[in-house]
């Protein structure tokens, strides 16, 4: 949860005052550091739930403002996005029935925000990425009304200075040129928290971090991104390039970006990290100084590092270092951010235990991680297993390259166990939660595995946006009903019946995007023999830019026909034939609009264009599938 009490438009005095602010709090952390003032007597542990808000179609829906102001639970509280909802849980020790303890209270509240969202005719869902999400939910209109998200979008924007371009590559190919940050609105987690005594500080840390790879390639589940199967765990992706502040300059020297793995071991202490992260990075948003830290500490008193924190926020390491005060007394603990929502509570809480048991077991099994794995190597590890999930390999601990899950299984899950045995966590709750740790690795059914086992299932024949819904279904209904983990999910199905129509609302959910396309200068028989192939009736015309300039359709070439110029012996090239006054639609084009719109203008064909580039193509023919499922259901009711 970010600070929302923050100024916009500030000027320069403002910034140099709030910027000495975070230099203040800095110094007086290291003092408190150096001095002793940190927790170190009891470990606790915490987490944060994002989730999506979808309607009766499993689409996004903008609600996260209506949830909290009915549910009146402080613990609610929003993200970026109007469908986004964040759920803060209450820090525990580690330790007895934590584990458990955390898992009622995250299902008390995701069924407090279920209750609510039924009264709107929705629901919840957790995926680390919302299958259905369309790039029409990508605007202004759902980018939630508190000054910090505006104002991290307005700066991220200008400060990079050009338009971002989205680019990942998994089984499909994406990408994207955007003006904002919205893409972001498609990303949630699961983020859990340890708190660390300082003296330990490094050495976690740095096993934190090489942890990160096996960890997050057993919990991916975020592998489909605006209708393309991408990375396993697609959100590592994303959330780095949509937050990207940095100009092209910026690039070219290599400069990091705000979300980042790092670049290397922290060797003496977390200061190191804290001060790389105020020199690196610009400050971003400013709110007004209330205290003074020294002063707090001069007299006293734990200041709150409100500055430092705010500063802090908007730099997105993978695994952060955080600051907090519980019980009058100041603690460090690390946050693991690169863990995504779902597919289930138990899911969730498997993934948490798997990495709570292996951060407590590790570094006092091994000691300093330094001696047994280079910076580089845990990089790409963590990158490999967001690409791969377990089907990756990584290196382990001897320098040897193995499949990810083999790791777990062998080296991994042992210890796991052993940790949590350690901080005394129940017995029952070990088994109960490494177990399906356990299965899934041995299956290779994580999250982001079923998704595309049940994509590819569903067959060529079916929509994307078919698959799409029944998938982000089939998550919900688990995720409501009974609870149990993906591995023992069967692959989703498309019900007979099902309500179908909620796929063809919009123009973009039933468009065609596998396009071939002419030039003007092509020849003309080349459009014929192309129709003729692919079964189409309609061909656009890009220039060499991807421009779309014209349209060329089987009814003008029948007409070269009937009009003799086709055996004049002259070669015809399209710019000769095509139409240039064409009629287009947006992807967000009702499919009501849609129809009415060809009626209109008596037009078998609409390109889709999306800001001005050509994306999809709506014909006749398109209709007619819809217009069939239509009459088929309307003659079984009779």
């Known amino acids: 949860m970010g600070e929302h009490d923050i100024k916009t438009g500030h000027n320069e005095e403002q910034m140099r005052a709030f910027t000495l602010s975070v230099l203040s709090d800095l110094q007086a952390f290291e003092y408190m ?137 998994g089984l499909d190919e994406l990408q994207l040129t955007l003006q904002n940050t919205y893409i972001e609105f498609c990303n949630t987690s699961f983020q859990i928290h340890l708190q660390i005594a300082p003296g330990d500080f490094v050495r976690y840390y740095n096993w934190a971090q090489a942890l990160s790879a096996p960890v997050l390639a057993a919990a991916v589940n975020s592998p489909l991104l605006l209708n393309h199967r991408l990375w396993h765990e697609t959100r590592i992706a994303v959330f780095k390039q949509s937050t990207d502040t940095r100009s092209l300059t910026h690039r070219q020297r290599n400069q990091k970006p705000r979300v980042n793995f790092g670049d290397d071991w922290v060797n003496n202490s977390i200061l190191e990290v804290l001060r790389e992260d105020v020199v690196r990075y610009r400050i971003l948003l400013t709110q007004a100084v209330e205290e003074n830290s020294l002063e707090v500490l001069a007299a006293g008193g734990v200041p709150e590092l409100k500055s430092w924190r705010l500063h802090n926020g908007t730099i997105w390491r993978w695994n952060r270092p955080c600051y907090g ?6 603690g460090l603990r690390i946050e693991a951010r690169y863990l995504p929502a779902g597919p289930t509570v138990i899911d969730q809480m498997a993934n948490a235990a798997f990495f709570l048991g292996l951060l407590t077991e590790m570094p006092e099994e091994f000691g300093d991680i330094r001696d047994f794995m280079s910076f580089d190597d845990a990089r790409t590890n963590f990158y490999n297993a967001a690409r791969y999930g377990l089907k990756g390999q990584i290196r382990g601990l001897d320098g040897q390259s193995r499949r990810i899950g083999r790791i777990i299984l062998e080296e991994l899950l042992p210890r796991a166990r052993k940790g949590l045995a350690r901080a005394n966590v129940d017995e029952a709750d070990i088994g109960r939660l490494l177990d399906v740790i356990e299965q899934r690795v041995i299956t290779e059914r994580t999250g982001a595995q079923w998704m595309l086992d049940s994509y590819e299932s569903m067959g060529s024949n079916s929509k994307p946006t078919v698959k799409l819904r029944t998938i982000t279904a089939t998550m919900k209904s688990h995720q409501d009903n009974d609870d149990i983990p993906v591995h023992e999910w069967d692959l989703a199905e498309i019900p007979e019946g099902c309500e179908w129509i909620d796929s063809y609302r919009t123009v973009e959910q039933f468009m065609s995007v596998d396009l071939y396309t002419v030039r003007p200068e092509d020849i003309v028989d080349l459009a014929a023999s192309l129709m003729h192939w692919r079964h189409v009736r309609h061909v656009p015309v890009e220039d060499d830019s991807g421009k779309l300039i014209g349209l060329v359709s089987h009814r003008d070439l029948l007409e070269l026909i009937a009009q003799g110029k086709c055996s004049t012996g002259q070669t015809l090239v399209i710019s000769d034939v095509m139409k240039t006054d064409i009629i287009s639609v947006t992807p967000g084009t009702s499919s009501i609009d849609a129809l009415q719109l060809m009626r209109e203008k008596n037009v078998g064909c609409l390109p889709v264009l999306d800001e001005g580039r050509l994306v999809g193509l709506i014909t006749t023919y398109d209709f007619l599938t819809v217009s069939a499922k239509l009459l088929e259901e309307r003659l079984n009711d009779t």
């Open 325 to 330: 005060i519980l019980d009058g007394k100041p």
């Open 33 to 169: 550091f150096d001095n002793g003032h940190f927790s170190d007597e009891v470990c606790r542990i915490g987490a944060e739930q994002e989730m999506f808000l979808v309607d009766s179609a499993m689409r996004p829906t903008p609600r996260s403002l209506d949830v909290i102001a009915d549910a009146g639970d402080p613990r609610l509280t929003t993200e970026i996005g109007l469908f986004n909802l964040e759920a803060n849980l209450s820090p525990r020790e580690f330790k007895g029935d934590c584990l458990s303890l955390m898992e009622n209270e995250l299902k008390e509240l995701l069924g407090i925000v279920r209750n609510v969202m039924t009264k709107f005719g929705g629901g919840v869902v957790m995926a680390g990425i919302l299958p259905t999400i369309q790039k029409s939910d990508l605007t202004v209109n759902n980018l939630t009304p508190h000054p910090r998200y505006h104002e991290i979008d307005r700066i991220v924007t200008e400060l990079h200075g050009e338009n971002r371009m989205i680019h990942i590559k």
